[in-house]
C-alpha cells in the first residue's frame, strides 16, 4: 500500500513507525545539547578560548536552522523516506568524524555536517507521521508522543552526557551516536514507507532558500552571540541589516514563486497562525527556563554539573508519560483540541510562576515539583499543538509546514536563552544597584564591608532568578490564548472523507 494513496486504511505497522521516527529525532535534538557539557575538556584538550569554542555550538545552530526548510520542501518533492535516509546516513557519518576532529576547525566542519543532516529528520519525521496516522485522533496521540521526544531530549542532555564524559571521554558522545543511528537507520529502512506530496515540484526554489538561509543564520547568530557581542556593536548592526535585507528578498521571491520553500498562504490560516504562535512561545520560556534552571542549582545550591543534570529527571520522564497518557485519556474524551491547548499552555504557565519562588534555600524538590507539573501540562498538550499544524494545510505540503514549526519552535528557543540571559544580567545589575542606594552598612572592618556588598549581590542575582520566571510565567499564560485565533470546523452539507474529518477536527 502507497501512503500517497487515498486510503485511509491503518497501517499495521505504524507504531513501529513512530518508535523509528522518534529515535531519529531524539538523537538529532539530544545531540544538539549534550555537546554542551563537553565544551570544558575540549577547550582544554585543544587549548582554545572559550569563544573560538562557542562556534562548535553556534556552527551547528545556523546550519540546523538554515536547512531545516530545504529539507522539508525536498522531502514533499523527492520522497519523505528517502530524505530521512539520506539524512540518517550523513548524520551518523558526520557522529564518526565529529568524534575524530583534530582540531577545532576540523570538529567545526564536521559538526556542520552533523547539523546539516541532522535537520533533515524533524520535516521529514513529522510528513511521515501525518501520512502513517489517518485518523484524528491516533495521529494526535502520535505527534503528541513524537512532539513529547523533541522536547524531552532537551532535558536528557546533561542526563545522558555527564556520565559519558566522566567515564569514558568527550569523544564518546559522538561515538554513541553510531550503534544508536545504525538501529533507527535499519528501522527506517524497514518500517517507513515512502510517500511524495501530490503536488509535482518542476522547479526547486533555490533562490529562495539561498535568501531565507542568510536571513535565518544571520538571525541565529546574533541570537546565540549577541550577549558576548554587544546587541549594539557593529556586528550586531550588521546582522540586523543582514536579516531585513535578505528576509524581505525572500519574502518577495517567493510571493511570485510558483513552487516556494514556504507557502505564505499558510499565514492567511488564523489555526496555523495560533499554533505557531503558541509554539513558539510555548519553546521560548521552556528552553529559557531549561537554561537558567543548572546555573542557579550551581551557583546557589552547590551543584556540580552531574547532580543539577538530575534535576530534570522528573521533566523528562513526565513530558513523554503525559503526552501518551493523559493525551490519549483526554482525545478519547473528544474534547476540543483548542480547550486542550488553552488549559496545557495555561497549567505551565502556573508552573513557571512556582519557578519564581525559588532561593538558596530551597531543596532539589523545590525545583523538580515545578518542572515536573510544567512537563505534565506541556506534555498532554503536545499532540493537539502539532496535529493543529498538520491538520491546518493542504496535504501536500506537510512538509513545508512542518519545518516551518521546526524553525518556529528552534528559534523560539535561540530567543529564549538570549533573551533571559541578558535580562538575568540586566535584572542583577539593576537590582543590585538599587539595593545598594537603599542600604545603609554598618562595617567597621574592609572585611565586613565586603561580606554585606556580597549578601547585597548575592540578593540582586537571586531576584533576578525569581524575576525571570515570573517574566516567562506571563509569556505563557498570554500564549494560552493564542488558542482564539484557531477557528472552529465549519459546518457544511458537504459529505467528507475520513480524512476531510480528520483534519476538520483536529483543527
Not at 345 to 362: E, K, Q, V
Request: hydrophobic fraction near 55%.
Amino acid at each position: 500500500m502507497n501512503q500517497t494513496a487515498s486510503t485511509t486504511a491503518p497501517d499495521p505497522l505504524r507504531w513501529m513507525v513512530l518508535l523509528t521516527v522518534i529515535i531519529g529525532t531524539f538523537l538529532g535534538r539530544l545531540d544538539q545539547t549534550i555537546v554542551n557539557l563537553a565544551i570544558p575538556k575540549i577547550i582544554n584538550d585543544y587549548g582554545i578560548t572559550v569563544t573560538a569554542a562557542s562556534w562548535i555550538a553556534t556552527g551547528y545552530i545556523i546550519a540546523n536552522a538554515v536547512f531545516v526548510p530545504i529539507w522539508g520542501k525536498l522531502g514533499d518533492t523527492i520522497g519523505r523516506k528517502k530524505v530521512y535516509i539520506i539524512g540518517f546516513v550523513v548524520f551518523i557519518i558526520g557522529s564518526l568524524l565529529s568524534g575524530i576532529a583534530w582540531n577545532l576547525s576540523s570538529m567545526v566542519v564536521f559538526r556542520i555536517i552533523q547539523a546539516i543532516a541532522g535537520s533533515a529528520d524533524y520535516p521529514t519525521a513529522m510528513a511521515i507521521i501525518a501520512v502513517t496516522f489517518r485518523d484524528a485522533k491516533s495521529r494526535s496521540q502520535a505527534l503528541g508522543i513524537w512532539s513529547s521526544a523533541f522536547a524531552s531530549s532537551a532535558v536528557f542532555g546533561p542526563l545522558i552526557g555527564g556520565p559519558l564524559i566522566d567515564n569514558f571521554g568527550w569523544r564518546s558522545i559522538f561515538y554513541i551516536n553510531v550503534p544508536i543511528g545504525l538501529i533507527g537507520l535499519f528501522m527506517a529502512l524497514a518500517y517507513v514507507r515512502e510517500s511524495v506530496s501530490e503536488k509535482p515540484t518542476f522547479k526547486f526554489d533555490w533562490t529562495g532558500a539561498t535568501t531565507l538561509g542568510i536571513a535565518l543564520a544571520s538571525l541565529v547568530l546574533i541570537l546565540d552571540r549577541g550577549s558576548d557581542w554587544g546587541w549594539t556593536s557593529g556586528a550586531a548592526l550588521l546582522s540586523y541589516a543582514t536579516i531585513i535585507i535578505f528576509g524581505t528578498l525572500f519574502y518577495y521571491i517567493e510571493r511570485w514563486h510558483d513552487e516556494p520553500v514556504v507557502d505564505f498562504h499558510f499565514f492567511k490560516n488564523g489555526t496555523f497562525n495560533g499554533a505557531l504562535l503558541n509554539n513558539f512561545l510555548l519553546f521560548m520560556a521552556m528552553m529559557g527556563s531549561v537554561y537558567a534552571v543548572p546555573l542557579f542549582a550551581q551557583t546557589f545550591l552547590g551543584m556540580d554539573a552531574t547532580q543539577s543534570g538530575l534535576l530534570f529527571i522528573p521533566m523528562g520522564l513526565c513530558i513523554p508519560l503525559s503526552a501518551a497518557v493523559i493525551g490519549r485519556y483526554l482525545s478519547s474524551k473528544n474534547l476540543s483540541p483548542r480547550g486542550i491547548i488553552f488549559w496545557s499552555t495555561a497549567g505551565g504557565a502556573a508552573a513557571f510562576y512556582l519557578l519564581s519562588f525559588i532561593d538558596p534555600r530551597s531543596s532539589p524538590f523545590a525545583l523538580w515539583g515545578p518542572l515536573a507539573l510544567m512537563a505534565i501540562f506541556m506534555g498532554f498538550g503536545m499532540g493537539p499543538r502539532t496535529n493543529a499544524i498538520a491538520a491546518a494545510v493542504p496535504h501536500e505540503e506537510i512538509g513545508v509546514a512542518s519545518s516551518v514549526l521546526a524553525l518556529a519552535r528552534n528559534i523560539g528557543g535561540a530567543f529564549g536563552i538570549a533573551i533571559f540571559a541578558t535580562l538575568l544580567n540586566t535584572f542583577s545589575q539593576n537590582n543590585a544597584l538599587a539595593m545598594a542606594k537603599n542600604s545603609i552598612i554598618n562595617a567597621v572592618t574592609p572585611a565586613e564591608h565586603a561580606t554585606a556588598v556580597a549578601l547585597i549581590e548575592l540578593k540582586a542575582q537571586v531576584s533576578a532568578y525569581g524575576e525571570i520566571y515570573l517574566i516567562s510565567a506571563v509569556l505563557v499564560f498570554l500564549a494560552s490564548f493564542s488558542v482564539f485565533l484557531m477557528k472552529k470546523p465549519e459546518k457544511s452539507d458537504h459529505v467528507m472523507t475520513e480524512e476531510e474529518a480528520a483534519m476538520a477536527e483536529a483543527g
